[in-house]
Structures are given as C-alpha cells and as structure tokens.
C-alpha cells in the first residue's frame, strides 16, 4: 500500500491519534508514581512501563505526522485538552495502588489484543511497529498479572480495593474499542484487520478467565459508550496543565 | 600474499564499531546488532550519500538520538551526505548481539541475554528467576526486578557472591 486516498488516510489518522493518547496519557498518569509507590522496585518498574508507553505514543505521534505532514511534538502537547482521544479510562487520576493496577490490568490486555491484530495490519509501518510493541508490553503484561494475583490474594483490604477499581473502571475500560468514525475504511483498507467490536468481546473473554482464575468477580456489564474517546474529565484537564506546562511556556520554542 | 582494498562499506562498518552504545560503553553499535544496513547511493542534489538503518533496541529508548549524532558525526566525511533512519522493517532482538558483544556485556558486570530464538508467539518472552552471576559465574541468584534502570535491563542478586547486578533482558 504506497499511497492511501485521502478518505483512507483521514481514517488511518484517527486510529493513530485514538492509540497514541492512550499511551501518552497513561505513561503520565503511571509517571507519578516514581518516588512513591509502595515499594523501591516498583517505583522502577512503574517509571520504566511509563517509559516504553510515552515511546511507543512518541512511535505513533511520529508516524501519524509522515502521513499527515504536521509536526510530531505539536501533535503530543499543542492541542486543548478536548482535542485528545484517548479512552475514558485513561479520564481518571491515578488514585491508590490498587486503582492503578487495576487500570494497568484492563489496559495491558486491551493492548494487547489490539497489537496482536495490528500485526497483521495491510498499513506496513503499523504492522512492522505492532510487532516490535508486542515483544515490550510482554512485559508489562507479566508484571500486571503478577500484580493482579498479588493483590487479590495479599488479605481483605487489598482485595476489597482491587475488586471495587475493577468495577468502577470496567465501563470506561471498554471504551479502548469505542468504534471510530471511520472505522468501516480501515476495515475494508484492511488496515484494521477485524472490527474494534471483534477485539472488545476477544479481550472481555481474556480479562474474564484472569479475573475468575484470580477468584475476583467478573463484571457482568458489557455495555459501551460510543462516545468514550470524545469525553473529558476535570481530571485529564488538571494532568494536561502538567505535562504542557513546559512546551507551553514558550509556544514558538524549538525544543 | 595479494593486498586487497577494503571495500567502501567495510570502512564504514569497521568506523561504526568504534562508537559505543551510549547507555553500556562496553559494548559498541555493531557488537549491539542496531546497525541494519549501510548503502552507499545517489543522493538527491547530486553527490553521494551515505544510508545508514538503524534499529532501536526498544521503541522509547532515549538513547536513540545520541546514537543518530554519532552515527552521522562519525561518518561525515565518508560521503557528501549521511542519513540514518530509524527502521521497525524487522524488530531488534537481542539475539542480535554478537557473541563478542555478550562477552563485552559479562566482563562490564551485564549477564547477557538468554537466546530467544526465532518463534516469538507473545508469551515465549520471559525475564528468569536465575541469571548466570558475571561476577563469579554462580548460578546462585535471584530476580529483584524485571524492571531496571534503563529499558533494557533487569536487576538480579548474587547469594554467593553478594553481588546485586544486572542482565540485559531478552527481548
């Protein structure tokens, strides 16, 4: 696939984007914790995956901008807070340990699925970044589900707090496959190899056989908002003050 | 004996293994397997140019930039114009490092990777509860931490030799 008509390339932008705010959001999010998380290694640990998923949205700022020949920073801080796509899940402050690890869990498996189909994709500069993606969030995948069982298995209160940001995350969580605009493009550009839809119930079905194999309950709840990628929070406001704070200190700046 | 002229891109392979990866000096660019390709071909305003790939260990690593810089520093006068691209046309692995490079790694204190082979499927990544001890070669020790302190890197403990060290991740 050399040159995509514009319909096409449109689409393919709006999934760039929708990947590249999930990744960038959260890596802040799970940025703050350095320095305070429960214990030293995972203070290394949580700065390290924050790391590799500002990376990998640095990987696909920049391969939106080739296609669309805007400027890879300004993509990542030059827009208002209501211009980001990332799903509601990433609305939310990072609150207690247990918050954040429950968002990793549902987040690292979402991913997942997603890269894995991406790694097929007919667009061969996703494809070729899908594959290289998976081989890192391996990793973060290992360590989450050893986080998911070490809570849910650590006593009472640990449990209760896990169990209860399960259920409260589990709604916007969904909103990672929240269907895009255009989405029917990228299927038939096979750009997107399945429907966002086939990859939702897939992680549902995964996340579920965890969940039981952990003895945590499952959420019966699948409904999804559509509009979970268009929708703020005071939250993602007050974070976006933080990380634009410097880039927006000087906007004509060469960094 | 018959003396023969090095070719033009062993020159620039043997300058590449000059330079050393920024975030482990013991071991250079080429032992590291992040240099892809090297071409020498037309450039655009008419000279020649000097195309260099290179691939990034792990998508977010910082040291990405300063591997560029001394890339095209180091290749300047080589040909009119150096470019290196960065390419995920086949992802780095660690396999890539050369049996000289893991030598490099164990004799700085860094246990090497352990092979991965070519089936990668998802889940045949692992960090391992053991790691050989580059210190004192004791197979005595534990995993402290999958993460470490830059991307590539985890954190292991040696029972015989007390040694806290660290191992290049197989990725």
Not at chain 2, 93 to 105: F, M, N, Q, V, W
Not at chain 2, 136 to 143: A, D, F, K
């Amino acid at each position: 696939m050399s040159e995509l008509d514009r319909e096409t390339r449109d689409a393919l932008a709006e999934l760039l984007l929708a990947m590249a705010d999930d990744e960038f959001v959260l890596g802040f999010w799970d940025s703050e914790w350095t320095g305070i998380a429960p214990i030293l290694e995972e203070d290394v640990a949580m700065s390290s995956v924050s790391q590799d998923e500002i990376g990998h949205a640095k990987a696909l700022y920049e391969l939106l901008a080739e296609l669309t020949g805007q400027d890879a920073d300004r993509i990542a801080f030059g827009r208002p807070p209501e211009g980001y796509r990332h799903a509601a899940l990433m609305n939310h402050a990072r609150t207690d340990w247990a918050f954040s690890i429950a968002r990793r869990f549902l987040y690292e498996h979402a991913d997942a699925v997603r890269l894995e189909s991406l790694a097929t994709s007919g667009y061969q500069p996703l494809a070729d970044l899908a594959v290289k993606m998976r081989r890192e969030e391996t990793y973060h995948l290992l360590h989450f589900d050893l986080w998911l069982r070490r809570l849910a298995e650590g006593g009472d209160d640990s449990r209760a707090r896990l169990s209860e940001a399960i259920e409260r995350l589990w709604p916007d969580a969904q909103t990672v496959f929240a269907p895009l605009a255009t989405e029917a493009v990228l299927v038939d550009a096979r750009i997107l190899p399945e429907p966002l839809e086939t990859l939702r119930w897939r992680w549902i079905d995964r996340v579920g056989a965890l969940l039981k194999a952990a003895n945590l309950p499952v959420p019966v709840n699948a409904h999804l908002d559509a509009d979970g990628r268009t929708r703020h929070t005071e939250e993602f406001a007050w974070l976006h003050g933080e990380f634009t704070m410097v880039s927006g200190s000087e906007a004509k700046a060469t960094w | 004996m018959v003396a023969v002229a090095p070719s033009r891109e062993s020159v620039v392979w043997k300058a590449l293994a000059e330079i050393r990866d920024p975030e482990i000096p013991a071991i250079s660019l080429v032992d590291l397997g992040v240099i892809r390709r090297v071409a020498f071909e037309p450039g655009p305003a008419g000279g020649e140019r000097l195309s260099v790939e290179l691939m990034p260990t792990f998508v977010g690593c910082p040291a990405i930039e300063v591997m560029r810089q001394q890339i095209a520093e180091r290749l300047a006068d080589l040909a009119d114009e150096v470019v290196v691209d960065l390419t995920f046309a086949e992802p780095w692995t660690s396999d890539r490092i050369s049996p000289a490079g893991r030598e490099a790694l164990r004799a700085s204190g860094f246990a090497p990777p352990v092979m991965i082979g070519s089936t990668f499927n998802g889940e045949s990544l692992t960090v391992l509860p053991i790691a050989t001890c580059p210190y004192c070669g004791s197979r005595n020790t534990t995993l402290e931490n999958p993460f470490g302190p830059t991307l590539c890197r985890a954190i292991y403990h040696c029972a015989d030799c007390r040694q806290p060290f660290e191992a290049f991740k197989p990725i």
